[in-house]
């Protein structure tokens, strides 16, 4: 099946540094990436979604300035935690979804990645 | 969205066969069911999905009611491996760009 891969799968950096997150598809193109986050015993929360070559659209209550998200190619979105601080210590999931030469398009699985542990101190 | 419904928890034994259950009474007609699983610290894995139809893949199977306002996901025979967090989660067919909303899923614990 599709393979998304998430990197770093763990990060701990200082508080006011700014981190980046990579989401890449390796066998398909993702015309939409998303970036969930999950916090310990939660379940997954959409904070955006991503279009290649447009700017992402952020879920309410989600600071687009603190979360930067850029999709420039087919395969890759980045997600940029900018002056991270300790509540934002949190699980970050991407998933992507996109043509797959067979599968159609309405019912398609999304796939997603193995997540990033970020932890600020 | 549809909403779905699920335990919050349940427990098996090694072994033996798994029900888990998922109501969503305000199903549409185009809405697919769709099953992830999530296990510790990973990203949500597929598990399977279907319309109307009872579905088999390698993993598990699906049983989904003739009025599709509920459906189970079958694990014939559970291992320690299967220990996960189950979503069920509704997706509109006729809506590609939709992201998976997750609900709060079941937690499965299998014991030996």
């Known amino acids: 099946g599709a393979v998304v891969s998430q990197h770093p799968s763990r990060v701990i950096c200082k508080s006011g540094t700014s981190v980046k997150i990579e989401c890449r598809s390796l066998d398909f193109q993702a015309t939409t990436m998303f970036w969930y986050r999950q916090f310990p015993k939660k379940s997954l929360m959409l904070m955006a979604t991503?279009?290649?070559?447009?700017?992402?659209?952020?879920e309410q209550g989600v600071e687009k300035d603190k979360f930067l998200i850029n999709h420039a190619s087919l395969t890759l979105s980045t997600l940029t935690v900018t002056s991270a601080h300790p509540e934002d210590s949190s699980f970050y999931i991407c998933s992507a979804r996109g043509g797959i030469s067979g599968q159609g398009g309405k019912n398609t699985e999304a796939f997603f990645g193995q997540g990033t542990r970020l932890t600020v101190v | 969205d549809a909403k779905t419904t699920q335990p919050n928890s349940m427990e098996s034994n090694e072994e033996e066969p798994v029900h888990l259950p998922c109501n969503h009474s305000?199903?549409?007609?185009?809405?697919?069911i769709h099953w992830y699983r999530q296990l510790p610290s990973q990203g949500p894995e597929y598990v399977i999905h279907g319309l109307t139809s009872n579905v088999n893949n390698r993993m598990a199977s699906l049983a989904i009611a003739e009025d599709r306002k509920s459906s189970t996901l079958i694990l014939h025979r559970a291992t320690l491996r299967d220990a996960a967090v189950y979503y069920c989660?509704?997706?509109?067919?006729?809506?590609?760009?939709?992201?998976?909303?997750f609900g709060p899923g079941t937690r499965l614990s299998v014991l030996p």
């Open positions: 305000t199903i549409s007609g185009t809405d697919y």
């Open positions: 989660i509704l997706r509109d067919g006729n809506n590609y760009g939709q992201n998976f909303v």
């Open positions: 991503s279009n290649e070559g447009s700017k992402a659209t952020y």
